[in-house]
């Protein structure tokens, strides 16, 4: 008994391929937020305001520097 043969069984192709459904348009909406708010903070960040320069810049850098897992693991836990 192989494990392919796993798949096969009852509707598990189905859930997998349900969850690569999600997978994919988890990740496509992420592209597009970023992208949006890259462009965005970009074009705030040519502002000729030192203070709203200054809180971008440190916004961009804070997010730069935080490794995305403890990102992931702080932000919810903030929200609550």
């Known amino acids: 008994d192989s ?7 009852g509707n598990n ?4 391929l349900q969850g ?3 997978t994919i348009g988890i990740s496509i909406v992420s ?3 970023s992208m ?6 970009g074009i705030v960040m040519t ?6 320069r200054l809180l971008t810049r440190f916004y961009l850098e ?6 995305q897992l403890v990102f ?9």
């Open 3 to 9: 494990g392919i043969q796993v798949l096969f069984q």
């Open 13 to 16: 192709l189905l859930r997998i």
């Open 20 to 22: 690569l459904g999600v």
């Open 31 to 33: 592209v597009l937020l």
């Open 36 to 41: 949006i708010l890259g462009t965005l903070l």
């Open 47 to 52: 502002s000729q305001s030192k203070v709203i």
């Open 62 to 67: 804070f997010i730069r520097i935080m490794p």
């Open 72 to 80: 992931t693991s702080v932000w919810p836990a903030t929200s609550i």
